[in-house]
């Protein structure tokens, strides 16, 4: 089974900055990769598949960018609604479409 | 707009059974995959199931197979799992989607709670 993992763990990051998230895979998982957001209460919104396709309606200050095993998501100036956890998930060696263990971006 | 409503989460005692439901609206529910996503508390998210177009084909993460089923009626745009003998650990927010292996639109989950 192929193992995502994310760092950081947790991201400080101020309103209007940019914050740069990591996602690495154990083994190639091609460009099959999503990327996922997740606030208390809420569904869990589908950001990025593909690596770097922005899903329908995701502002572009999101995106995502790596292939194989090495991936990233920016966000290019930090909105308050944009303050979440942050999942990577891939899909290549499916099923199990396995997710990272997520980063959270908080308010610095 | 798509819209999918989780139901079905509660209690369970170890070893005990639950169903869960996940209603569609907004979509021709019949065209699409969908997948099962669970959270335990402070934990990441856990893919846990997904079932083909019309249901021809069903797929388990290792850690439910043989205790989950998952299906669908699309008569009523609804997508089930039936969780049996279930854990402790199986404790968490479950998730549906729509499309697999991409999950594209999400529910906002049920709680399920496995303690004696």
């Known amino acids: 089974e192929i193992v995502m993992t994310q760092s950081p763990a947790t991201l400080s990051v101020s309103p209007g900055a940019r914050a740069t998230l990591f996602c690495r895979a154990s083994q190639s998982v091609s460009s099959d990769l999503a990327w996922y957001q997740l606030k208390p209460g809420q569904a869990p919104r589908l950001l990025i598949y593909g690596a770097s396709t922005r899903a329908t309606g995701i502002p572009a200050r999101f995106s995502g960018s790596g292939s194989g095993t090495e991936f990233t998501l920016t966000i290019s100036s930090l909105q308050s609604e944009d303050f979440a956890v942050y999942y990577c998930q891939q899909y290549n060696h499916w099923p199990p479409g396995t997710f990272g263990g997520g980063t959270k971006v908080e308010i610095k | 707009e798509v819209q999918l409503v989780e139901s079905g989460g509660g209690l369970a005692q170890p070893g005990g059974s639950l169903r869960l439901s996940c209603a569609a609206s907004?979509?021709?529910?019949?065209?699409?995959?969908m997948t099962w996503v669970r959270q335990a508390p402070g934990k990441g998210l856990e893919w846990v199931s997904a079932?083909?177009?019309?249901?021809?084909?069903?797929y388990y993460s290792d850690s439910v197979k043989g205790r989950f089923t998952i299906s669908r009626d699309d008569s009523k745009n609804t997508l089930y799992l039936q969780m049996n003998s279930l854990r402790v650990e199986d404790t968490a927010v479950y998730y549906c989607?729509?499309?697999?292996?991409?999950?594209?639109?999400w529910g906002q989950g049920t709680l399920v709670t496995v303690s004696s």
């Open positions: 907004g979509v021709t529910f019949s065209n699409h995959a």
């Open positions: 079932i083909s177009d019309h249901g021809r084909s069903t």
């Open positions: 989607s729509q499309d697999s292996p991409i999950c594209t639109v």
